[in-house]
């Protein structure tokens, strides 16, 4: 069975770092992409960025470019989101998934991690 | 960046009903158009990839359709595990944004 466990939920302040990570197992966690979702409160679903855990490349969608950076250990099967400096507006759940296929659809998530930032 | 625009934002329906939901990209997409289905505090599910395709698990009832910048959700007859917030995609063009969901509630 295909599984991606995230880590679990965050309290930060504000300026604060954070890495939360997003274990695959059950696939060859090499052979596809790793996607990060952002989801603020009783807001909808944002493409953060995507990384591939073979060669680490990644793309990063504008609005998060230069304020995310993500991540992977493939000897760990594992993918990772981090902030270098929080603010309160990164406050949200955070979603791993996996792309598949060429249609580039995600196909199994994490249950998400909640960050909380607040001083 | 391309936007996603889905129409209704919210819907009100009765168990049964069949009920179409639109999706519109602002820039032609071909079929790489995806739909996912989530519940409140719960992590979105994959239901139609490519447009057309549904993703095995999904129930019959779910269909897609549509190419270029135009495409709908169909659900046949709804039940109440249909109840949800429904979420198009496009994987067409990075970055893969998604349209700003439609909230499906029980009449």
């Known amino acids: 069975e295909v599984q991606l466990v995230q880590s679990g939920a965050e309290v930060k302040k504000p300026g604060e770092s954070l890495r939360i990570s997003c274990t695959g197992s059950?696939?060859?966690?090499?052979?596809?992409?790793i996607t990060w979702v952002r989801q603020m409160p009783g807001k909808g679903l944002e493409w953060m960025g995507r990384?591939?855990?073979?060669?680490?490349?990644?793309n990063y969608s504008p609005s998060f470019q230069g304020h995310v950076t993500i991540s992977a250990d493939k000897s760990f099967s594992t993918a990772y989101l981090q902030w270098s400096s929080l603010k309160a507006s990164d406050t949200a759940m955070y979603y791993c998934?996996?792309?598949?296929?060429?249609?580039?659809?995600?196909?199994?998530w994490g249950l998400g991690t909640l960050v909380t930032v607040s001083s | 960046d391309i936007q996603m625009t889905q129409s209704p934002s919210s819907l009100s329906a009765f168990v049964g009903d069949r009920v179409t939901i639109t999706c519109r990209a602002s820039?032609?997409?071909?079929?790489?158009l995806n739909w996912y289905q989530q519940k409140p505090g719960k992590a979105p599910n994959l239901l139609i990839y490519?447009?057309?395709s549904l993703q095995s698990g999904v129930p019959s009832r779910f269909s897609g359709s549509g190419s270029g910048t135009d495409f709908t959700l169909t659900i046949s007859s709804l039940q109440p595990d249909d109840f949800a917030t429904y979420y198009c995609?496009?994987?067409?063009?990075?970055?893969?944004?998604f349209g700003q969901g439609t909230k499906l509630e029980i009449k």
């Open positions: 998934a996996r792309r598949v296929g060429s249609s580039s659809a995600l196909d199994s």
């Open positions: 059950g696939y060859s966690f090499t052979s596809y992409w």
């Open positions: 990384i591939d855990p073979s060669d680490s490349y990644t």
């Open positions: 820039q032609s997409i071909s079929s790489y």
């Open positions: 490519a447009a057309s």
């Open positions: 995609q496009q994987s067409y063009s990075t970055p893969y944004t």
